[in-house]
């Protein structure tokens, strides 16, 4: 029996492109990149002819439809954010220009709100710096107030709309790319051509990776930057933090990576699953939509404890599915010479 | 000394007849130093089908090595801080010479042979200072120590011939590190430059980056024919700046200049380029990025041209029309192009260099 069993795990490892493999790449990645395309789509239609009212909200740049399918935008975008590889790895960065440290979605934005020459066309767009574009361009020119006092009139409506014009471009490109580019070099894995991955193995190695960086994203970033320290907590820079949705961030990023733990494994993980499920609990117990508080001691012990949680799970995932994905780190990549 | 001088003689006569050549070697056309599944170091030649030709133990790890232009001898160079480039007979795999610095100097990994194959060059530094030298060794005298040269700058790494057959190139990364381990301790004063030196009388030239760059670490060096060095950096500054980590200088020919990398891409090499090489036609320069696991190409011009995908990918030179990639992985993959084929994989980790001979 025991020798039947490992018999079985020597072909199934001599397959090329394993069931995992391709259960990420068509459970998670690709309906993933088509609903942020059609998400962004909505947003781009709604930011469309948007005008300014001469007082700021519900009806202010095409009001309450557009902020309600930004955030649809991105919800969408975390379902996939975690996704670092193939065509994102380049994509990812004018789709959410975050953590941004300098400031450098405010400075570009405030210098095409201000400029007295005409916004950029829709295709020229893509020519802007990073910082420019994408989600969190689109949350500072609405939800940025200090940022739209200095618009010149009529402005930033049109750039707002541009944005999101382009960011459905971008997301449009990026699920096509995925699509029928990167999807048949993932399920490919190991056949003879494939210069990207020689072995199914790497394949499987390269989306794990995903799932462990993610976390770490989640944990360092997400949780971390804002917490800073006990005597200097930094709610400013949380993700999101201005449109609310960091907690709701770090929630869906939860979410999406706990789905690729599963499908990454051959079998039921129930130590992982029940990590992710006590992380998730006590995100619901933050109770902080944006972090504003995490100068508060009950707070800040509560994303402790999210944080303590995310990297438990973290562990689980190790144990479950590290072993069998065959990752050692980067020999070169480590060397630093 | 003369005792030690004539065994190592013996030993080069006896292992590396003059009769012999690379063919007989199994006529590799690429050399690459490599760690094997149990942990051990070697040094391997590769033929043109990505096939192990000869597969020679180290005693630790390597780094990069040079070629010998006529016999089948390569100099391999140990890592970062070295002690030791062992002279390796590429025909019967036996240690035909073992070099050691001078006490209180270190090897820095790299090192080029000059005038035909006679004299070595090692790239040095001073272990306690990290003030950068070339050392300069005789292949025709058993490979004594023959003198040393003044590299112009701080912790230098790699080191070329240039087209003139006497000119060496010069990278002075500007890092200097501890005596012990790899501790980098100026990164706020740290200036790098590219020098060009004569082996005899010392420096001709030096280029030094904008001092808005000067933390951008320059570490590997490909010369064109025409005398253009391109030269691959490591960034050391702030990583949300992602600066552009390929530039090409000229000797005498006025300031460094930068490639134009479009922005996204800057960001996927990670602030770091391990490997650089220009293609057999010099019409395209690639650098690779190990951290990033990514390879860019861009034209003489330093226009960007294509990036490719690989984890860890490191050692690149010229192939065809375009290059041979290798990784920590064990793959070494062509590039041509936009397109890219597997050669071959092995159950190796390619260290970061490959060395066309």
Redesign the interface.
């Known amino acids: 029996m025991r020798l039947a069993l490992i018999a079985a795990a020597a072909l199934f490892l001599a397959q090329p492109a394993a069931a995992d493999v391709r259960a990420v790449v068509e459970e998670q990645a690709l309906p993933g990149f088509a609903r942020l395309a059609a998400a962004a789509a909505g947003l781009a239609a709604a930011a469309a002819g948007g005008t300014e009212s001469a007082e700021p909200g519900a009806a202010d740049c095409g009001g309450a439809a557009v902020r309600d399918a930004f955030h649809a935008t991105f919800d969408a975008w975390m379902g996939v954010s975690h996704l670092r590889?193939?065509p994102s790895?380049?994509?990812a960065?004018?789709i959410a220009f975050w953590p941004d440290?300098?400031g450098a979605t405010q400075r570009v934005l405030a210098g095409l709100l201000a400029e007295a020459e005409p916004l950029p066309t829709p295709a020229g767009y893509a020519e802007v710096?990073?910082a420019g574009r994408g989600l969190f361009a689109l949350e500072a020119l609405l939800y940025d107030d200090a940022l739209a006092a200095r618009a010149a009139p009529g402005r930033r409506c049109a750039l707002l709309a541009l944005v999101a014009d382009d960011l459905a471009r971008q997301t449009a490109a990026l699920a096509a790319d995925w699509r029928d580019g990167f999807a048949p070099i993932l399920l490919s894995a190991g056949e003879a051509?494939?210069?990207?991955f020689?072995?199914g193995d790497?394949a499987l190695?390269?989306l794990y990776t995903q799932l462990t960086a993610g976390l770490e994203f989640t944990r360092d970033q997400r949780i971390g930057r804002p917490l800073g320290s006990f005597d200097r907590p930094r709610p400013q820079r949380a993700e999101a933090w201005r449109s609310g949705r960091s907690l709701r961030n770090v929630a869906l990023s939860l979410a999406a990576l706990h789905a690729l733990a599963d499908l990454l494994a051959d079998e039921p993980i129930p130590a992982t699953d029940a990590a992710f499920a006590a992380a998730r609990d006590a995100a619901d117990r933050v109770g902080d939509p944006a972090f504003r508080s995490v100068g508060d001691p009950a707070v800040r012990f509560r994303l402790e404890v999210l944080r303590q949680r995310i990297a438990t799970a973290a562990a689980r995932a190790a144990e479950d599915l590290g072993g069998t994905m065959g990752i050692s780190p980067?020999?070169?990549?480590l060397?630093?010479? | 000394m003369t005792d030690r001088r004539t065994f190592l003689k013996g030993l080069l006569a006896a292992s590396a007849a003059p009769g012999l050549s690379w063919a007989d070697a199994g006529g590799p056309a690429f050399i690459a130093c490599a760690?094997d599944p149990g942990g051990g170091f070697a040094l391997a030649g590769l033929a043109l089908d990505g096939a192990t030709a000869f597969r020679v133990p180290l005693p630790a790890r390597g780094?990069a090595g040079a070629a010998h232009p006529g016999r089948p001898l390569a100099i391999v160079f140990a890592?970062?801080p070295g002690y030791y480039a062992l002279v390796v007979d590429c025909v019967s795999g036996a240690v035909a010479a073992r070099l050691a610095p001078p006490p209180g100097r270190q090897f820095n990994?790299h090192g080029v042979l000059i005038d035909g194959g006679a004299r070595l060059v090692t790239s040095e530094q001073d272990a306690a200072t990290s003030q950068g030298w070339l050392g300069l060794w005789s292949a025709r005298d058993g490979w004594r120590r023959t003198g040393e040269i003044a590299s112009g700058g701080i912790g230098p790494?790699d080191v070329r011939l240039m087209p003139d057959g006497r000119t060496l190139a010069v990278a002075n990364g500007g890092i200097a590190t501890d005596a012990a381990d790899?501790r980098k301790l100026n990164l706020d004063v740290m200036r790098p430059n590219l020098a060009w030196i004569d082996p005899d009388s010392g420096v001709t030239a030096i280029a030094e980056p904008d001092p808005a760059l000067r933390q951008n670490s320059i570490?590997h060096l490909a010369v064109h024919p025409d005398g253009t060095v391109a030269f691959a950096m490591?960034w050391e500054g702030d990583p949300?700046l992602s600066p552009p980590l390929l530039g090409f200088g000229r000797q005498g020919g006025g300031a460094l200049r930068l490639a134009a990398v479009?922005?996204?891409?800057r960001?996927?090499m990670k602030g770091?380029a391990?490997s650089i090489a220009w293609n057999a036609a010099g019409t395209e320069v690639a650098i690779t990025s190990?951290?990033g696991?990514?390879v860019q190409r861009f034209d003489a011009a330093g226009r960007f041209a294509g990036s490719?995908?690989?984890?860890?990918?490191?050692g690149i030179a010229p192939f065809g029309a375009g290059f041979l990639l290798s990784?920590?992985?064990?793959?070494l993959?062509?590039l041509e192009g936009d397109g890219?084929?597997?050669l071959s994989?092995a159950d190796l980790?390619?260290?970061?260099h490959i060395v066309a001979l």
């Open positions: 590889l193939g790895e380049t994509a960065l004018s440290e300098r710096s990073a051509g494939n210069a990207v020689l072995t790497e190695g390269a980067g020999f070169n990549a060397d630093g010479d | 760690q780094h890592r970062r990994g790494h790899r570490r490591q949300a479009p922005e996204a891409e960001a996927a770091y391990g190990p951290r696991g990514r490719f995908a690989r984890a860890d990918a490191c990784d920590g992985g064990g793959g993959i062509v890219a084929r597997p994989h980790a390619w260290d970061n």
